[in-house]
């Protein structure tokens, strides 16, 4: 019970770069591949992860992430785990469809989810900003909760990585993003039993070109 009360350090990822990435498409829950720069920043962040004290790895279960996390695996040799709970948002409706194609097509939906409304969710299955907050909470309490006194990597995605963030600083689900959550960069967060706190975010110095941030997760 002492070690459940011990800080967790978390390690969060975001996994690495889509060819759907690059076309601004809606990806959530459908199961896209890395594109040669997605399997490139997967090697590279596996690489700044290798010399890591890590104790586990657990990782959405999206072929994007888990290709991310196996490259980490792989240089670390900690245990890998598929966690469901942190795929990205469902998008419903939206999945697909690029940013342009949104706003052409539903206009009165792209301004509910442009103003990060809080309880929109899309159609056909979407889920809302409250309920992923939730969700992202609840699952991050859970896994840090097993290694008190370690250190754990999380490989998930743009909308998880950015309500983790507000969860770790307080932020309100409809503050503007002024943070990047950009595909393999190395973010920090301790967590314990009673709060989380930010350490370190977006660090990319491991990554030698250009780093392509979620604009609208």
């Known amino acids: 019970m002492e070690q459940q009360q011990q800080a967790?350090?978390?390690?969060?990822?975001?996994?690495g770069e889509t060819a759907w990435n690059v076309d601004t498409r809606i990806q959530g829950h459908l199961d896209i591949a890395l594109n040669d720069t997605g399997l490139w920043q997967a090697r590279r962040v596996a690489q700044a992860l290798a010399?890591?004290?890590?104790?586990?790895?657990?990782?959405s279960d999206l072929q994007r992430a888990w290709a991310t996390a196996q490259a980490i695996a792989t240089a670390?040799?900690?245990p890998l785990t598929?966690?469901?709970?942190l795929r990205e948002r469902s998008f419903g409706s939206f999945e697909g469809r690029t940013f342009a194609q949104i706003e052409q097509q539903s206009p009165e939906h792209a301004l509910l989810w442009r103003k990060r409304a809080p309880d929109f969710a899309p159609e056909g299955g979407g889920e809302s900003l409250t309920t992923l907050s939730a969700r992202v909470r609840q699952t991050v309490q859970r896994l840090a909760a097993r290694h008190g006194g370690e250190q754990?990597?999380?490989?998930?995605?743009?909308?998880?990585l950015d309500a983790l963030y507000r969860l770790a600083t307080g932020l309100d689900l409809q503050a503007p993003?002024?943070?990047?959550?950009?595909?393999?960069?190395?973010?920090?967060?301790?967590?314990?039993?009673?709060?989380?706190?930010?350490?370190?975010?977006a660090d990319v110095r491991h990554l030698e070109g250009g780093v392509r941030d979620e604009l609208h997760s």
Not at 8 to 15: C, E, G, Q
Not at 152 to 160: E, M, R
């Open 8 to 15: 967790t350090r978390i390690i969060a990822i975001r996994h």
């Open 51 to 59: 010399g890591e004290d890590i104790a586990a790895i657990y990782s």
């Open 76 to 78: 670390s040799g900690a």
């Open 82 to 85: 598929p966690e469901p709970a």
């Open 152 to 160: 754990i990597v999380l490989v998930a995605h743009g909308g998880v």
């Open 177 to 201: 993003r002024t943070w990047q959550l950009a595909n393999a960069a190395i973010n920090r967060v301790l967590w314990t039993p009673e709060a989380m706190t930010l350490v370190g975010w």
